[in-house]
């Protein structure tokens, strides 16, 4: 293994998400070591860089490659998402996709239209807001889908496997089984596989028909409903039995996995058992 295979290897992939609000006047981005994009949250906000004039509306996105910083006049103020990702999760990524870190650039983009970046970082952003339920796993792959997407289409894809073998399939759902109540890495599992992150992503839904940390939700949601119905424990301590942030989290999650509850649901099987019970 290479130095840049050891550093890439260990990367983390989750990208930083921060909430930024830039005041009427001179606004400075000053150079940071990572990779930024830029996406404008806020009203419409008119400015002007040297001798050009620009309106930033809602979704216009800017790119920054790490080592660039930037200078503008706002005749408004402003507010945007900004994700940072290092070049060590762009070096992933490449590798990733079959492409040499060595000689792949993030490229300057001012007032881009990317739906596929914005989705990713709203996710991020929605993430951000509920306090990270979702966990190192749907954190690392959105930034790996960022920085997959911010290096552009690969000119020749390989031909696409049909999905995890059998072998590796039963590894990795094994691996999560055992593991439900730990903060699941997409890294760990790609590990178990024997093959990268990226490819997980993608043959595991193949297998399956769910992202992987979709059939992790589905799973915790499962086991949270088999002990919540034995009644022996608090929906609080059953949360963090399998692997939720908290309470509240396992409540959203089993809602739309499930369509009830965990108070509704306890409350329907203790009116079965009372039912079930013989009249004295």
């Known amino acids: 293994m290479t130095g840049t295979e050891t550093l890439t290897a260990r990367a983390p992939l989750s990208p930083r998400l921060a909430l930024e609000t830039f005041t009427a006047g001179v606004a400075t981005l000053p150079e940071s070591a990572d990779h930024r994009v830029r996406v404008h949250v806020g009203r419409p906000a008119r400015g002007r860089c040297r001798h050009h004039r620009f309106v930033h509306t809602a979704g216009e996105i800017d790119v920054f490659p790490a080592g660039i910083a930037d200078e503008w006049h706002q005749a408004d103020a402003s507010t945007s998402l900004v994700v940072s990702l290092t070049p060590a999760l762009i070096c992933r990524a490449a590798e990733e996709t079959g492409r040499d870190p060595a000689h792949v650039e993030v490229h300057s983009r001012h007032q881009i239209r990317d739906p596929q970046i914005e989705h990713i970082v709203s996710a991020l952003d929605a993430e951000r807001a509920a306090g990270h339920p979702g966990g190192r796993l749907f954190g690392e792959s959105l930034g790996l889908a960022l920085a997959v997407r911010l290096l552009g289409p690969i000119a020749a894809p390989p031909r696409p496997a049909p999905g995890l073998t059998p072998q590796q399939l039963r590894a990795v759902t094994a691996y999560i089984e055992e593991h439900l109540d730990r903060d699941l890495s997409l890294a760990t599992l790609a590990d178990v596989a024997g093959i990268s992150a990226s ?82």
């Open 199 to 280: 490819h997980l992503k993608t043959l595991f839904r193949r297998s399956l028909g769910l992202p992987v940390h979709t059939y992790v939700i589905h799973r915790r949601v499962d086991r949270a409903r088999a002990l919540l119905l034995r009644g022996r424990m608090a929906a609080s301590q059953v949360a963090l039995e399998v692997g939720f942030s908290h309470q509240s989290h396992m409540a959203r999650c089993m809602r739309r996995v499930l369509g009830v509850t965990p108070t509704s649901l306890t409350r329907g099987a203790a009116r079965s058992i009372a039912a079930s019970q013989p009249d004295l």
